[in-house]
């Protein structure tokens, strides 16, 4: 599944595979979607719910394509931009990561703390789970895309042991509702649930330009990879798209247009009480995939943030340091902001459904922007190989 930069990775942490680029956008479209925003979304949305995640999942899909395209540029650190055009984006984008790290491992470190392990503090909790991110971070994009090839049966596992042993209260005809003519509710809940969306500005971050050194490939052979890579992303944003889809199709045939729905998705969905594993309850796979894909997510929420760090460094004259600093920094904010601002479920749900919904627009906007530019490059490209 390796394609010819495997060999140097190592070198240049940016760069990764087509099969590992796959395996990370399906990380980002998924992994934040199935925790609380079920229950965001219920008490604005209700059955519409799955209409609103369907609109936001293509809007991600979309704005996959343009990050993709400035990825094939060597990411934005690496994009030709004139510097005062450059720098602010960067800041933009930094701006945006820390908003996410701060929300989402709130999110998590709450989850783990009050909810998988009964009660146990969540600021301990919130610490060790930052603590394990950035020693994932440090290895780098590659290294992330590589260890989620390693659980990808994993994936096709707890879909089958879903199916099979899932025990569920659904009933069908609540989720009949969802094909109502109705639609109140709908455009409100695609707004607030804007906040858990925009992550795969991160794709824009990587370099799948391959190994440069080696000789350019025949026609034959560039036709052939180019089929291959639609394939790769075919399947990826197919397995994602219908894995959100089918996700809220459940949660909406067990409980309906309910006002408001568990805080956690993952208590309500079947017969899972907390620390029991019995084979009649699909929670415990589902929860530990869930916690592979959460874990890498902020792994790549920090990575990127400190990229972002290090080139604003970089541009202010400041000489390269140890790695290690930006993290603590971004650590210690995260912290903090949640800690001061975010303590309350309240403070957090309005943080997400008011603040994050600019900032994932923002950033959506600057994706489509920067990829829009990179597509001009290659097209501007191809006419001067053209013309000589």
């Not at 059955?47 to 996959?64: D, P, Q």
Request: aromatic share 12%; with cysteine; glycine share 6%.
């Amino acid at each position: 599944m390796k394609s010819d930069v495997s060999n140097i990775q190592l070198k240049q942490k940016g760069k990764v595979s087509y099969a590992e680029y796959a395996l990370l956008a399906i990380c980002l479209i998924v992994a934040n979607k199935v925790c609380t925003l079920p229950s965001v979304l219920a008490g604005v949305a209700g059955s519409k719910s799955v209409w609103s995640v369907m609109i936001l999942t293509a809007t991600e899909c979309g704005v996959l394509f343009f990050a993709t395209q400035t990825a094939k540029r060597g990411g934005i650190l690496a994009l030709d931009l004139q510097k005062e055009i450059k720098l602010p984006v960067i800041f933009l984008f930094l701006l945006f990561f820390a908003m996410k790290l701060t929300a989402f491992s709130r999110e998590i470190g709450t989850y783990y703390a009050l909810s998988l392990f009964e009660n146990v503090p969540v600021l301990p909790m919130t610490v060790l789970l930052i603590l394990a991110c950035v020693l994932l971070a440090r290895t780098g994009y590659a290294t992330l895309g590589r260890m989620l090839e390693i659980f990808v049966w994993l994936f096709l596992f707890v879909f089958l042991f879903a199916v099979i042993f899932t025990r569920t209260e659904g009933d069908l005809f609540n989720a009949l509702a969802i094909f109502s003519p109705d639609v109140t509710g709908m455009g409100m809940g695609v707004y607030r649930a804007l906040g858990w969306f925009g992550d795969t500005a991160i794709i824009a971050f990587l370099d799948l330009r391959g190994d440069e050194s080696l000789p350019p490939p025949t026609p034959e052979e560039a036709e052939k990879s180019k089929k291959a890579r639609g394939r790769i992303l075919f399947a990826a944003l197919t397995f994602s798209s219908l894995l959100l889809i089918l996700f809220y199709a459940l949660f909406t045939a067990v409980y309906g247009n309910a006002a408001k729905m568990t805080d956690y998705a993952f208590i309500k969905l079947s017969a899972f009480k907390a620390n029991t594993d019995e084979l009649g309850s699909a929670d415990w796979p589902v929860i530990i995939l869930w916690a592979i894909l959460s874990t890498h997510y902020l792994a790549l929420l920090f990575l990127s943030a400190k990229e972002c760090l290090s080139a604003l460094k970089h541009s202010a004259g400041i000489e390269k340091g140890k790695e290690v600093l930006s993290y603590l920094l971004l650590s210690v904010t995260a912290v903090l902001f949640s800690l001061f601002f975010l303590d309350e479920e309240r403070e957090y749900e309005h943080f997400m459904t008011q603040w994050m919904p600019v900032a994932s627009i923002l950033s959506g906007a600057l994706t489509v922007a920067v990829g829009n530019y990179a597509l001009y490059r290659n097209k501007k490209e191809v006419k001067d190989e053209e013309s000589k």
